[in-house]
């Protein structure tokens, strides 16, 4: 099994940042793509950025110029870099990773989910 371990959500006022990491763990083979999602009260949840291994990142719209995923390859860690926050980034959000297990089995895996709230 592989487990996604997110940190560093919390409180934050408009115009501030906040940095997300996630760690993966477990039987991994290896990892095809890491990446963040985000889920607001009352919406489904959507892309915010995505990394595949040896390819291009992908963003929302929403959040193009302000936010900044990178990986940690030796620690199979993604981590999101969230500036100049605005109150629609408040969402839970969610580390997504596409896994490749030791017995070579594929699958996509889902952390717990991390609070983020931009409010004055």
């Known amino acids: 099994q592989v487990q996604l371990v997110e940190s560093g959500g919390g409180l934050v006022q408009p115009g501030g940042s906040l940095r997300l990491s996630c760690a993966a763990s477990g039987s991994i083979f290896r990892i095809n793509a890491m990446g963040w999602y985000r889920q607001a009260p009352g919406k489904q949840r959507e892309l915010v950025a995505t990394?595949?291994?040896?390819?291009?990142?992908n963003y929302a719209d929403s959040v193009k110029g302000r936010f900044t995923i990178s990986r940690d390859n030796a620690k199979n860690a993604v981590h999101l870099q969230m500036n100049s926050l605005k109150p629609e980034d408040t969402a839970v959000y969610y580390c997504n990773a596409r896994v490749v297990t030791i017995n070579l089995a594929g699958g996509t895996y889902w952390g717990q989910g991390t609070q983020v709230t931009v409010s004055s």
């Open positions: 990394l595949p291994s040896g390819g291009s990142t």
